[in-house]
């Protein structure tokens, strides 16, 4: 197979597809939408076989632990697929709505009316909910996607694409809206990358070095971010239950994640015999802890962190710790070694609560909450296609009014400029 005309023909289908999303309303994209999610509850059984037939392939591979937790799907994860499905068929259809026509100085009316981006190529690695969260989001968005998964799990997301594929035809929706790359020709990706005619958005989820090659290789526009380097800041006098229950769930309820931390700061009058038992009970579960000097001095068996480990996306078994002075050096320490992804201060203090709030400049930053929360499904988007630590157009977990953009809508009765 060549693998440019086989791109190209994914490209011209994306393309042709795109045009007749305007001729979908919302009772037929939601209709499409049930659809998907009625052949996924019936064929749910299918879809565990094909993905353990993924998983039985990784297993006889060098991978980790995270990698492979990422890329297994259970009756509770595909469960979570079909609430994801609920939830976007009832968020109401933000397309071709207009703001309120304002009259201009000079006589024309305007206003601006909400569109789709286009058509979005979704590069991603392991994860293959990202296969129906991204068709239903695009759907229901308006635009038509190209899904770029990765080889290991492409028995799993061929099975899918194809239940969507038919819930595509039986709504009477083009069924080019979603399509699959299932080459494995490591070249497919580049190729894709390159189709700027064709390809209004990229949007990665992965791993660093997937995300730092597309990076250098599109000519794409890209939503996207690079490390999930999260942090937890126990300030001094923080309810110590909210404090212990916050770090744990921040870090062990599911390692490989974005949204799980990878620093722990508490500040040097929070009482070490609480930051003791935090310490304890994250070792108990199986974290390796990595300390700066004054960390030692509360918990002697930890490691002695790096300068290194303050970058680090563990994406694992793994926390480092430090002890700051207060909530300006927990605020400087996230601005030079966070990723703008997610940050959470622990505290009673209304004054530390605002400065961080306005300091810290994450995608999210969250007020005695665990960073755990920062997800798409959680804020009430149905799912998310990714989270965006950029700065333009999107940032936070992208659903459905990410997915949109703005166009002027200029009226007159034959205005002309003079």
């Not at 037939?53 to 509770?76: C, H, Q, W, Y």
């Not at 699959?180 to 992965?206: C, E």
Request: aromatic share 4%.
């Amino acid at each position: 197979m060549n693998i440019v005309n086989f791109i190209d023909k994914i490209c011209d289908n994306a393309t042709g597809s795109r045009l007749d999303s305007g001729l979908y309303d919302s009772v037929i994209k939601n209709k499409a939408l049930k659809y998907i999610h009625d052949l996924i509850k019936k064929n749910k059984s299918s879809i565990l076989k094909n993905n353990q037939l993924d998983v039985n392939r990784a297993l006889k591979k060098n991978i980790s632990g995270s990698f492979l937790d990422r890329m297994t799907l259970n009756e509770r994860r595909v469960d979570d697929m079909l609430k994801g499905i609920r939830q976007i068929i009832k968020i109401s259809d933000p397309l071709y709505k207009t703001s309120k026509r304002i009259k201009q100085s000079n006589g024309i009316y305007l206003s601006q009316m909400r569109v789709p981006l286009g058509t979005i190529a979704m590069i991603y690695e392991s994860r293959p909910n990202v296969t129906i969260d991204a068709a239903c989001l695009c759907l229901k968005s308006g635009n038509s996607v190209i899904l770029k998964g990765g080889s290991d799990t492409l028995s799993t997301n061929k099975y899918l694409v194809k239940l969507i594929k038919t819930a595509l035809e039986k709504s009477g929706m083009n069924k080019n809206l979603v399509q699959l790359i299932d080459s494995t020709d490591r070249s497919a990706t580049r190729v894709l990358l390159k189709k700027s005619n064709h390809i209004d958005v990229v949007i990665p989820r992965g791993g660093k070095n997937l995300i730092e090659m597309i990076m250098r290789e599109s000519s794409v526009p890209m939503i996207k971010h690079l490390d999930g380097n999260c942090h937890v800041f126990i300030d001094k006098g923080a309810d110590d239950k909210i404090a212990h229950s916050v770090a744990m769930n921040s870090k062990t309820q599911r390692l490989g994640v974005c949204n799980a931390i990878e620093t722990l700061l508490i500040h040097k009058n929070y009482p070490s015999m609480k930051a003791l038992r935090i310490l304890r009970d994250l070792d108990d579960s199986g974290i390796e802890i990595r300390g700066c000097k004054n960390t030692k001095k509360i918990f002697p068996m930890c490691i002695k962190a790096s300068e290194s480990d303050w970058f680090e996306e563990y994406l694992g078994p793994i926390l480092a710790v430090k002890i700051v002075k207060d909530v300006d050096e927990a605020i400087a320490h996230i601005s030079k070694f966070g990723s703008m992804h997610t940050d959470a201060i622990i505290s009673k203090n209304k004054k530390s609560i605002e400065k961080f709030c306005k300091q810290v400049d994450s995608s999210s930053v969250m007020v005695n909450t665990s960073t755990r929360f920062a997800d798409g499904f959680e804020y009430g988007l149905g799912a998310e296609i990714g989270i965006s630590t950029d700065k333009l157009h999107a940032r936070g977990p992208v659903g459905l009014l990410g997915l949109t953009n703005l166009k002027y809508i200029v009226t007159s009765s034959g205005k002309i400029k003079k």
